[in-house]
């Protein structure tokens, strides 16, 4: 079955900037998604369709995606960034979603 | 605004049967996908299945295939997503969301919790 990589975590500091990687077979081919999940929240989407930003969404948070590997940056990280955030997308087919194992943010 | 708002939680004895709600507001429904999440504690979110909800056309993931019903009213503008034998792994929160104009999976119902114990 399809599946997506991403890292257990991530630390930075406080103002620096955080990159979280998700990697899947498929992505050269299928727009990925990143969601946002604080504790006890249902998560957030703080980017579609790769690189596209939500309204309401810091201008901090951006996407990016280079053959197999999505990226999520925060730029200038926040305390109120320390979160889970997961990436989401389909496999070739299109008919089938899967989410990546999740990376919690903690910011120093 | 766009709005999902899902039934309460439910506690359910194994081998028997749950069924959640997902009522939405704020957009045009029949336009719209509906996908269930759901999230054991401390653990990923995991993809369930969706609903093409004009044309009713499902799709399941294959680990949940045999026990997952997913249903839509078009007059409540409603999803319903139905988990059937019940074992104790199913204890989750089960979200609904909604696929829509541009995007995937936005917004997010607040989440139901299910239980699962004898």
């Known amino acids: 079955s399809y599946e997506l990589t991403q890292p257990p975590s991530v630390s930075v500091s406080l103002g620096q900037m955080a990159r979280i990687t998700c990697s899947g077979e498929?992505?050269?081919?299928?727009?990925a998604y990143w969601y946002q999940q604080k504790a006890g929240q249902f998560p957030i989407q703080v980017i579609y369709?790769?690189?596209e930003r939500p309204s309401g969404i810091p201008e901090r948070f951006s996407g990016s995606s280079t053959g197999t590997i999505v990226t999520l940056t925060i730029s200038g990280v926040q305390a109120e960034d320390e979160a889970d955030y997961y990436c989401l997308s389909a496999d070739s087919t299109g008919s089938y979603w899967v989410f990546g194992g999740g990376t919690k943010l903690t910011v120093l | 605004q766009m709005q999902l708002l899902q039934s309460g939680p439910e506690v359910k004895k194994p081998g028997t049967s749950v069924k959640v709600s997902c009522k939405t507001s704020g957009f045009t429904f029949a336009s719209s996908s509906i996908q269930w999440v759901r999230q054991a504690r401390g653990q990923r979110l995991e993809w369930i299945g969706w609903i093409v909800v004009d044309s009713g056309d499902t799709n399941y993931a294959q680990k949940f295939q045999e026990r997952v019903t997913i249903t839509r009213d078009m007059s409540t503008s409603t999803a319903y997503m139905e988990l059937s034998s019940l074992r104790s792994e199913d204890t989750a929160v089960y979200y609904c969301?909604?696929?829509?104009?541009?995007?995937?999976?936005?917004?997010w119902g607040q989440g139901t919790l299910v239980t699962v114990s004898s």
């Open positions: 969301a909604a696929d829509q104009g541009h995007t995937k999976f936005d917004p």
């Open positions: 369709k790769d690189s």
């Open positions: 498929a992505l050269p081919k299928k727009y």
